[in-house]
């Protein structure tokens, strides 16, 4: 593995030497699609399979049978995202009721502890429980402005949401299991997704994160209030949060404490941070998020006068300090506020901003600050389109009227 995950000293190191491109990417997906690419039909079209069928059709874009995007605009105006609205995306298919069985009797398995054991959830919801407010963001979220056209689902502003989950957390799973065992450095959690005909270090979805990241991590049951649906990793998701959606690995069955990374595709290949053209496990994995925001409305038109903008704020790892907005592409920037309830550090404030405006054409934009570091204007080019927080790109053309 590499000596050093920094993802800001990676993106210093190959920054210099990838290529530096402009504009919209087209529409591609990774995934095999079985429904019409970048759907942004009405609310009686058709398009949402079976597994998710409860889903509000209106508030999504089809990318994909397994990708599917929130349009921007419904996110809602609550702090927390309907859970109807919630992005898909996954890289194995969903587990139906009859795979899953009783969810009371779903089993995790811990190693890498003093004291090995297995746990039931029902046994997990004895142990200890807590409630976490946390923003779950595809690594790929922004792709779809990359001009290089990266492979994956091209993701705008709508593979995020912020969310409520309730779970055990991981540190009283490790102090009932006698501590974790000595040269630990990972936390690995794997799926129990993966269907028995495929090659585990292929298809099993198992990531390793820094093992600093189980002191805030959960193991949760329950999101927005009702237990996790099959399609949102249920029964039971690991929880990291301030960490990239790929680690918060869905129907978990294994958690174990490793001294490397572990080596299937997932981990050692797959969620890699390298330069346009190139590709290995020696460039950084999609770990903790970066500072992060976007405008919510008005996405296109307003009326002239006063002018309410609002939008939401993210600091990854650390809190959301403070948001500025600038209506001429960032030439001046003025503070915004928060607004609504502060659901702690790993999730997303919403914020307004009010100006008046006369009639003519604006752009828009929003700037987050959080642990002393502020949005970049410009995107960080890699070759798969991740981590993008860059604030131009994120802008918004709105006509006043």
Known sequence: MPKKQNINSSRRNFLAGSATVAGAAAAASVMPISIA?????????????????????????????????????AIGESVITPLRHVYIRNNMPTMSDAQIGNRNNWKLKVEGVKNPKTYTLAQLK?????????????SGNGRGFFAHKPRGSQWETGAAANLIWTGCPVSAIVKDCGGVVSGAKFMTSAGA?????????KA?????????????????????????????????RMITPGYFG?????????????????????????????????????YPSCWEMPVKSWITSPLKSAKSGNVVVSGVAMGGTRKASSIKVSVDGGKS????????????????????????????TYKIVSK?????????????E????????????????VTVS
């Open 246 to 282: 790929i680690n918060n690995v869905k129907h978990i069955g294994k958690l174990a404490f490793t001294a490397k990374e572990s080596s299937v595709k997932y981990m050692k290949s797959s969620y890699r941070i390298s330069p346009i053209g190139k590709k290995g496990s020696q």
């Open 37 to 73: 690419n970048a759907n942004h039909t009405a609310a009686d079209a058709k398009g949402l399979p079976s597994w998710t069928s409860w889903k509000k059709r209106s508030a999504l874009i089809i990318h994909s049978d397994k990708g599917m995007e929130t349009h921007r605009d």
């Open 193 to 201: 997704d993966m269907p028995k005909e495929l090659d585990p270090k």
């Open 126 to 138: 004895q142990l200890a429980q807590r409630t976490e407010a946390t923003v779950l963001q595809c």
């Open 333 to 360: 920037w003025k503070s915004a506020k928060f607004t609504g309830p502060d659901m702690g550090k790993f999730a997303w404030r919403r914020f307004v901003f009010e100006t008046k405006l006369k009639p003519g």
């Open 204 to 236: 099993l979805v198992e990531r390793s994160v820094p093992i600093k990241a189980h002191k805030d991590a959960l193991v949760a049951w329950e999101v927005n209030g009702v237990a996790i649906p099959n399609s949102h990793g249920g029964p039971l």
């Open 382 to 397: 890699n070759r798969r389109g991740y981590l993008h927080n860059g604030w131009l790109d994120h802008g918004v053309d």
């Open 368 to 380: 987050a600050s959080a642990g002393g570091k502020s949005q970049p204007k410009l995107r960080m």
